[in-house]
């Protein structure tokens, strides 16, 4: 008798049920799907933000897409050409996956938070984001 309850405690599936169970007590589960993809939400402001295939505004349009007044994923943000819209002015890019898919870079001008040519806070920068 005392076999079969010790076969039991320490059945493989019992020992995957009581680890999987502390885990989640101790707070030690996988971080949520977003933080393992590599992506971040951030809000775009203006109308009409057009998408390019790279950071700077020589660049050509990489969809069609335009943006206006979306939060989107980002995947991170890079020092590239400048750009001044008003008030507002800024060399960093944010390498975004738009609404429909695509994926390419908005000027940081048009993302919410942050200040005049610094980068959007939280975002990582890389200068190698893709």
Same mark, same amino acid.
């Given at each position: 008798? &005392?076999?079969?309850?010790?076969? $039991?405690? &320490? !059945?493989?599936?019992?020992?995957?049920? *009581?680890?999987? =169970?502390?885990?989640?007590?101790? +707070?030690?589960?996988?971080?949520?799907?977003? /933080?393992?993809? =590599?992506?971040?939400?951030?809000?775009?402001? *203006? @109308?009409?933000?057009?998408?390019?295939? #790279? @950071?700077?505004?020589?660049? +050509?349009?990489?969809?069609?897409?335009?943006?206006?007044?979306?939060?989107?994923?980002?995947? #991170?943000? $890079?020092?590239?050409?400048?750009? !001044? @819209?008003?008030?507002?002015?800024?060399?960093?890019?944010?390498?975004?996956?738009?609404?429909? =898919?695509?994926? =390419?870079?908005?000027? /940081?001008?048009?993302?919410?938070? +942050?200040?005049? @040519?610094?980068?959007?806070?939280?975002?990582?920068?890389?200068?190698?984001? $893709?």
């Amino acid at each position: 008798m &005392f076999s079969k309850i010790t076969t $039991r405690l &320490f !059945s493989p599936r019992a020992l995957l049920t *009581a680890l999987l =169970g502390l885990t989640a007590l101790l +707070g030690l589960a996988a971080a949520p799907a977003q /933080a393992q993809q =590599g992506t971040w939400p951030v809000h775009v402001w *203006a @109308d009409q933000v057009r998408v390019r295939t #790279c @950071d700077g505004t020589s660049c +050509g349009l990489a969809t069609t897409e335009q943006l206006t007044d979306v939060t989107v994923q980002a995947i #991170c943000q $890079r020092w590239g050409g400048y750009v !001044s @819209d008003g008030p507002y002015d800024n060399h960093y890019w944010v390498e975004v996956i738009t609404p429909h =898919g695509t994926v =390419g870079w908005v000027s /940081a001008v048009y993302v919410s938070g +942050g200040n005049n @040519d610094e980068p959007v806070p939280a975002l990582p920068e890389d200068s190698d984001c $893709r």
